[in-house]
């Protein structure tokens, strides 16, 4: 947590005060360091979710199904991050809050899936029906993911395309994309101290009538 | 896979209000819309697309509902998991089933509505093309709501499966507009008759596999 609270201290600094003004949008491009690294996250744990799901309804394991859950809440977090400083980045460039463009909207549809999930685990008394369920639902969802990561290229939409990518490199200065991967790695690992954390509560919650948890506490 | 047809479609003509119920609701809101809103013609046929394909989300939705839950209530469906028949083929009977007596009607009320508001007569099948694939898709998914929520109210359900439908709307408009403007309309059905098989042949096994979770 330290590590990633740190990566994004430096990242966040770097980019707010010492990074260069954007030639096009001056300095409200400046958000990108909290909206990029949320945005890739919100994605990449539903991702890590799926993976997660899979391994649940194939091998039946059941750290799987609690790290789902676990991951949900931070999802919805992550997730509305993204939706709220994309949302603030729209008024000085498009000169909206809110715009029913196809990246924005399937990033709301993200948003209300990991909502979707939280509800139908909590829905069922018995836990292990509801991890099944849930890891179902996980699956099927993932379908969304794709959608989300190409929606700027299938569709003529507002939302710029990716600056950074596998297969092409970076399409933004030096100076710029440091202080953004710094950001990113922050947040991915403070995302994981979360996770972790948020795990370690629901496994000691759902175990609480073991003998384990028992002496631990 | 006939004899499943065949007693899915018997028990859904004896149930009146699970078919007849969704298409009287579909017809109350399309006439309900322009009365409740004083524009001109003109600006109505701009948009009552939107009202159909909106419609059409919801009473999809409407529709299948109750598509397992009487099945699990009388036992029906924990018999057939004890005999261990084949779940696939039941899911995907009762979805065809339910898309060929709800689905079907609906889109040929929408592309009767849409020819009513400004659509020509030519196009009018076009309409309908699109929207029973869409139905199609729509079913598939709502199912799965269905499935997940099978005895949980219906509120989850849509939470569930609502975010799922959503490409397909956004698919649906997609369709609805190369009709409006007269281009693209054979390569777009094709993408959603794809789009609609791959879901018709998947959306069974998961739906097997969900109803099987709640039997266990």
């Known amino acids: ?217 | 896979m006939i004899n499943f047809f065949s007693l899915e479609a018997f028990k859904l003509r004896h149930k009146l209000r699970a078919w007849l119920g969704p298409l009287l609701i579909m017809i109350l809101v399309l006439i309900a819309f322009p009365l409740s809103i004083d524009i001109s013609q003109y600006d109505l046929n701009k948009f009552y697309f939107s009202v159909i394909v909106v419609s059409l989300l919801m009473i999809s939705f409407l529709a299948t509902e109750s598509i397992f839950s009487e099945d699990y209530e009388d036992g029906s469906l924990e018999q057939i998991h004890l005999e261990e028949k084949d779940f696939y083929k039941i899911t995907l009977a009762k979805i065809l089933v339910h898309v060929l007596f709800i689905g079907i009607p609906m889109a040929l009320i929408g592309s009767i509505f849409s020819f009513a508001n400004g659509v020509s007569l030519a196009e009018a099948p076009k309409i309908f093309v699109i929207l029973s694939i869409s139905t199609l898709i729509l079913f598939n998914v709502f199912a799965f709501g269905s499935a997940l929520s099978i005895n949980k109210g219906s509120m989850l359900g849509v939470v569930a499966s609502l975010p799922l439908a959503l490409p397909a709307i956004v698919l649906l408009g997609r369709g609805v507009r190369t009709v409006q403007y007269g281009q693209g309309f054979f390569e777009v059905s094709v993408l959603m008759a794809g789009v609609a098989l791959i879901v018709t042949a998947l959306m069974p096994i998961i739906i097997s596999a969900t109803l099987k979770t709640h039997l266990e």
Request: aromatic share 12%; charged share 10%.
């Open chain 1, 1 to 217: 947590m330290f590590l990633g609270f740190s990566c994004l201290a430096m990242g966040w600094i770097w980019g707010l005060a010492f990074a260069p003004e954007d030639a096009i949008q001056g300095n409200s491009y400046r958000i990108i360091f909290l909206h990029v690294p949320a945005s890739i996250m919100a994605q990449l744990i539903y991702f890590f979710m799926s993976i997660c799901a899979l391994m649940h309804l194939v091998w039946r394991v059941k750290l799987a199904a609690y790290l789902i859950k676990s991951a949900a809440p931070v999802g919805v977090l992550i997730t509305f991050i993204a939706l709220f400083s994309g949302s603030i980045w729209g008024i000085p460039t498009w000169g909206t809050w809110w715009q029913w463009d196809a990246r924005i909207t399937s990033t709301l549809i993200l948003f209300i899936m990991y909502l979707g999930i939280i509800t139908l685990h909590s829905s069922f008394s018995n836990a292990e029906k509801a991890d099944r369920l849930m890891s179902i639902l996980v699956v099927v969802g993932v379908v969304n993911i794709p959608i989300i990561k190409k929606s700027v290229d299938w569709w003529s939409t507002l939302h710029q395309p990716a600056s950074i990518s596998i297969s092409d490199g970076a399409s933004i200065d030096p100076s710029m994309l440091y202080p953004l991967t710094i950001s990113i790695f922050g947040m991915a690992l403070t995302m994981i101290a979360l996770g972790i954390l948020v795990s370690k509560l629901y496994i000691l919650t759902r175990e609480k009538n073991k003998k384990w948890v028992q002496s631990h506490v």
